[in-house]
């Protein structure tokens, strides 16, 4: 994939809005520049098969001249599939209302907290740099991270203890900002819609919703504390965070980091939240037994989520939904195309049966 110098094709094939005025505002916007030219795009390598369902991604280079400086931009865009079949599917419209009314509306006032302490750095996101959301023509504009050195960890392998506490604690990081205010406002399946519809209860916070390892990036550069930086919250909810951590130990850690570090991981995130909520000029109002008795009572959700993304990780590349199959613009039923496969790999199937082996143990089930 050369350089298309100003082939706008490439950005009419991501949004009828996502046009030329669009880069030069986004470059604007980064130069702090009011005379600029766009030069060329390149786009590249978004993200692999199987990685986004719910949204087109594509990394695009843009080269162009801010002031009279020669300069260049990496842009991530996420937006919503051509295939209006698919976008009905999957709901893709609300999704990206979701995602962007938290980087438009939420996310800057967690901002605005954050510098009233002089902590404007407490957590760390992709800058947000344009968007459009009218229902047809959505899509979303973020820094490419990938230059500063962070990194995805596949979806086909599982953490290690250093990656998971990583994540914890940016997690942590993100829902200690929300206890310093009350927020109101099948069996197993039903169990789980019932956990995410519990908005208005003291302990709710606005989830990540997908804590996927695939949804955090992780910079491990030599001198440099270690951290991890959240992507996607086109599921942010309003709910109890056990379900964040319940979804991400589950569906991302294996068996041996289970047996050894689960305690350790709960305690690692707990102490996180705990010292960062102190760190804001809070205190955290329900203690370690409270914390665990949720643990009992809301990690059935994680086990959900494992059911489900288990299988789906343990696709080969050639097997992952092909979401555009669908002819026509009408919504089909989503069960027709997510038709998973039996597990193949001994390794696969031992990875699934221990997420419910643990869940039984600990009597989560």
């Known amino acids: ?32 520049e009011k005379k600029v030219e766009i030069l060329s795009w390149n786009f590249g390598v978004g993200s692999s098969k199987g990685d986004a369902y719910l949204s087109v991604v594509n990394r695009i280079k843009v080269k162009g001249i801010a002031g009279s400086s020669p300069t260049e931009i990496s842009l991530v865009v996420k937006s919503m599939p051509r295939n209006l079949g698919r976008r009905k599917m999957l709901r893709s419209t609300d999704f990206f209302r979701n995602e962007i009314t938290f980087h438009l509306e939420i996310y800057p006032k967690f901002q605005n907290f954050l510098k009233s302490k002089d902590m404007s750095d407490f957590i760390i996101l992709p800058r947000w740099l344009a968007a459009v959301m009218d229902g047809l023509n959505d899509f979303l504009v973020m820094e490419d991270v990938s230059i500063i050195g962070f990194s995805p960890v596949t979806r086909q392998k599982t953490l290690n203890l250093s990656q998971c506490s990583l994540i914890l604690k940016a997690l942590a990081r993100f829902q200690a900002i929300q206890f310093i205010n009350s927020y109101t406002g099948q069996e197993l399946y039903d169990k789980g819609v019932e956990f995410c519809c519990r908005f208005d209860k003291p302990t709710s916070v606005i989830n990540h919703g997908d804590t996927w390892a695939s949804n955090f990036l992780i910079r491990n550069s030599a001198g440099e504390n270690h951290i991890a930086l959240m992507l996607d919250f086109q599921l942010a909810r309003c709910a109890s965070p056990v379900l964040d951590t319940s979804f991400l130990i589950y569906t991302c850690t294996d068996k041996t980091l289970r047996d050894q570090h689960y305690e350790d991981l709960l305690r690692l995130y707990h102490d996180e939240l705990s010292k960062n909520i102190s760190l804001l000029g809070s205190v955290l109002k329900k ?79």
């Not at 994939?1 to 490439?10: A, F, H, P, V, W």
């Not at 030329?20 to 130069?31: A, P």
């Not at 343990?314 to 009408?330: P, R, T």
């Open 287 to 365: 203690p370690w037994d409270i914390f665990v008795n949720k643990v009992q009572e809301l990690t059935v959700h994680g086990i959900n989520a494992a059911i489900e993304a288990v299988p789906s990780a343990m696709l080969d590349s050639s097997e992952v939904f092909d979401l555009d199959v669908s002819q026509g613009d009408e919504s089909v039923d989503i069960a027709e195309i997510f038709s998973l496969k039996p597990i193949r790999t001994k390794e696969g199937m031992h990875r699934l049966a221990d997420v419910i082996l643990h869940a039984v143990e600990k009597r989560y089930l």
């Open 1 to 32: 994939m050369g350089i298309m110098e100003k082939n706008k094709i490439l950005l009419f094939g991501v949004s009828d809005l996502f046009t030329e005025e669009t880069l030069e505002h986004i470059l604007r916007k980064v130069s702090c």
